[in-house]
């Protein structure tokens, strides 16, 4: 895709833009773009509400105003299916139904069928709820406008011996923590996504709950943190870490793989795997004393969490790499959901290595992801202008982007963690993403707080917070 080309209807958006995304011309932030409509629609008294519908009975709606003429719907059709794909990521459901626009209901309808724009949107959240998504249409509004949730309240136990693992796409971590101090870590560099085989997962895996458990007087629990879906610590729904392995093995070989490592170290260990972004999230609230905390995790992709005001987890998948964020119909293209503009293509080491490319970086041709991005942060070290380009079009990105996410949680503080941030980046990225909330959203800055950890904690933190996520035997 050409990075520079936008369509009409973003131009005027991305003009009014305060602070510019040097190496993304085109990138026009849906925040902006949702701002613009409810203006230019707010006395329309004409709306589309949209409910989304998860486990558990919980639900969460959007409501879009609409021009006054309904011939004219589809001036914000675009956005309407931006903002409902991005609820979807954030909350996680099966089920889409709309009222108020006609246009909007076959429109959705028509991408979230078999085949259609968003199947596999569809195909993912059906799996992951293991019920068939569907698309239903209701007469009244007003029946749509309900918010149901449920929270549960997990980790931040440190007592005893334990051991928490970060499996990560380019790298695990595990360490070892006795009664919250962590006496033990460790970094190994794998590659599981590109891995087939399931018996290399597994062995690596268990490599790293041995190496913590021998410095260890026992095993009182352990704590994984991994990219992947889980609800109620059940074995993994979906997970990009093994998206090599063949789908008639993922139920006996996969679905089942941290219980049976655990298992290896003691039969009645007690286990807990949450997911990556909700562990970096409670890494912060941990760390800070303080919930409502968005953790935001750049590495092989883009994970998030949240941890409310209560030390909570409320259940949603917060699945960041898939949330729009850029509204430019050109914008770059997600090889694995197929879609445009989604956060994987801006806050990961995929991201960093495009935009390494369009700064005119050579990278070292056949070295792997991870290696490249160390390449572009050894030249952010030596002062690089080039490679510091590279970090201020990330933290441009991501200051639009959190005012967007922050539409719909109640952010406080953003604890942001991952090897894209390791090293001088990671503050310049930080301080670009503080600028556009300073001078775009002063209201929200003045809110939210943003932080990065002191590189230890960036690199392993989440392992430890990890080994907090289980009650221990007792």
Not at 193 to 203: G, L, M
Not at 439 to 461: F, S
Request: charged fraction near 25%; aromatic fraction near 8%; charge should be neutral.
């Amino acid at each position: 895709m050409d990075q520079g080309r936008t369509d009409r209807s973003g131009e005027r958006i991305r003009e009014r833009m305060r602070v510019k995304a040097a190496l993304e011309p085109g990138f026009v932030p849906l925040s902006l773009w949702m701002d613009d409509c409810e203006t230019k629609y707010r006395e329309s008294g004409r709306q589309a509400v949209v409910r989304i519908l998860r486990d558990h009975g919980c639900c969460d709606h959007v409501v879009l105003p609409l021009p006054a003429v309904p011939a004219e719907d589809g001036k914000v059709l675009f956005l309407a299916e931006r903002l409902v794909k991005t609820l979807l990521w954030l909350r996680g459901g099966w089920e889409i139904t709309v009222a108020g626009s006609g246009a909007l209901y076959a429109a959705l309808r028509d991408a979230y069928r078999e085949g259609g724009a968003r199947a596999f949107d569809a195909g993912f959240m059906g799996r992951t709820y293991r019920h068939p998504f569907e698309v239903r249409w209701e007469e009244d509004p007003e029946r749509l406008k309900v918010y149901r949730d449920r929270a549960e309240n997990v980790g931040g136990h440190l007592e005893g011996c334990r051991i928490g693992f970060d499996a990560g796409g380019s790298d695990r971590k595990v360490s070892a923590v006795v009664d919250g101090k962590a006496v033990y870590s460790e970094e190994v560099v794998w590659n599981p996504k590109e891995e087939s085989n399931p018996q290399y997962h597994f062995r690596g895996i268990l490599e790293a709950f041995r190496s913590a458990a021998a410095h260890l007087p026992r095993v009182d629990a352990v704590g994984v943190s991994s990219a992947g879906i889980f609800i109620d610590n059940e074995p993994a729904r979906d997970s990009s870490l093994f998206r090599k392995i063949p789908p008639e093995l993922y139920e006996t070989e996969v679905a089942p793989i941290y219980r049976n490592a655990a298992r290896a170290l003691g039969e009645d260990i007690p286990l807990t795997v949450a997911n990556d972004g909700d562990v970096t999230a409670l890494a912060g609230a941990m760390s800070l004393g303080e919930g409502n905390v968005l953790g935001i995790a750049m590495g092989t992709s883009q994970a998030g969490g949240f941890v409310d005001g209560a030390f909570r987890l409320r259940g949603w998948l917060t699945e960041l790499a898939f949330v729009p964020v850029d509204a430019n119909r050109f914008s770059a293209r997600d090889e694995w959901s197929g879609d445009v503009g989604t956060g994987v293509q801006y806050f990961s080491q995929d991201g960093v290595i495009r935009l390494a490319k369009k700064a005119g970086i050579a990278l070292e041709e056949g070295s792997s992801p991870a290696q490249r991005l160390t390449q572009v942060q050894s030249l952010m070290a030596a002062g690089d202008p080039r490679a510091r380009q590279v970090f201020e079009t990330i933290g441009v990105c991501l200051g639009y982007a959190l005012a967007w996410y922050a539409r719909f949680i109640e952010i406080r503080h953003v604890l942001v963690l991952g090897r894209v941030t390791s090293g001088e980046g990671g503050s310049v990225l930080l301080d670009k993403a503080r600028e556009v909330l300073d001078r775009e959203y002063p209201a929200l800055a003045a809110r939210i707080r943003l932080h990065l950890p002191d590189e230890k904690i960036r690199r392993v933190g989440q392992s430890i917070a990890a080994a907090s996520l289980p009650q221990g035997r007792g």
